[in-house]
T-cell receptor, first 117, second 114 residues
Framework: EAGVTQSPTHLIKTRGQQATLRCSPI?????VYWYQQALGLGLQFLLW???????NRGNFPPRFSGRQFPNYSSELNVNALELEDSALYLC????????????????FGPGTRLTVL | DQQVKQNSPSLSVQEGRISILNCDYT??????FLWYKKYPAEGPTFLIS?????DKNEDGRFTVFLNKSAKHLSLHIVPSQPGDSAVYFC?????????????FGQGTRLTINP
């Protein structure tokens, strides 16, 4: 069974540009989560999508947005890139048993390394 | 405001001995706790979780202990194996100010020495 896949593996952008990161969940999973791991920091929760809807959002500015498609894949968009957006962006997926709580086991992809110059 | 803290950035343990990774949290509203393991160039892998209604959960070589009064949880790995060398993240979730939150610690790098 294929795991969570993310593309691209690496992405280099300049300040002010927009970045689009993609995630395909494990087959059968309806929830997709996005995380940011900046250098030296732990994972920070960004967004949670389930059945095409945004379920929860972390403490990030509105220029971080995303969406989930009918096939449950997801995009993370980061607008007006800043240098501090350079980080590893991780996507995870899960079955949706708890619709509001973070108690479902999440399976992570390998991440997209975003570098903002 | 670091609500979940892993105060040891790194830990080195002899193979076969017990590894104890610690995690402290500040908000008593957290009621579900998780541990993840991360190898380089891979995404985190779920290890074990515990609800606040329990004080211990065991899965094979991994045991998580929760001390609610101290707002402290620990992960015990017995016996430690070389393949356990990785970065370990604890995470806490719960309803904070009317919304479900999930907060990770900064991670502890565990090295198992042969």
């Amino acid at each position: 069974e294929a795991g969570v896949t993310q593309s691209p593996t690496h992405l280099i952008k300049t300040r002010g540009q927009q970045a689009t990161l993609r995630c395909s969940p494990i087959s059968g999973h309806t929830s997709v989560y996005w995380y940011q791991q900046a250098l030296g920091l732990g994972l920070q929760f960004l967004l949670w999508y389930d059945e095409g809807e945004e379920r929860n959002r972390g403490n990030f500015p509105p220029r971080f947005s995303g969406r989930q498609f009918p096939n449950y894949s997801s995009e993370l968009n980061v607008n007006a890139l800043e240098l501090e957006d350079s980080a590893l962006y991780l996507c995870a997926s899960s079955f949706s048993i708890s619709f509001t709580r973070f108690t479902d086991t999440q399976y992570f992809g390998p991440g997209t390394r975003l570098t903002v110059l | 405001d670091q609500q979940v803290k892993q105060n040891s950035p790194s830990l080195s343990v002899q193979e076969g001995r017990i590894s104890i990774l610690n995690c402290d949290y500040t908000n008593s509203m957290f009621d579900y706790f998780l541990w993840y393991k991360k190898y380089p160039a891979e995404g985190p892998t779920f290890l074990i979780s515990i609800s606040s209604i329990k004080d211990k959960n065991e899965d094979g070589r991994f045991t998580v202990f929760l001390n609610k009064s101290a707002k402290h949880l620990s992960l015990h790995i017995v016996p430690s194996q070389p393949g356990d060398s990785a970065v370990y993240f604890c995470a806490a979730s719960g309803e904070i100010q009317g919304a479900q939150k999930l907060v990770f610690g900064q991670g502890t790098r565990l090295t198992i020495n042969p």
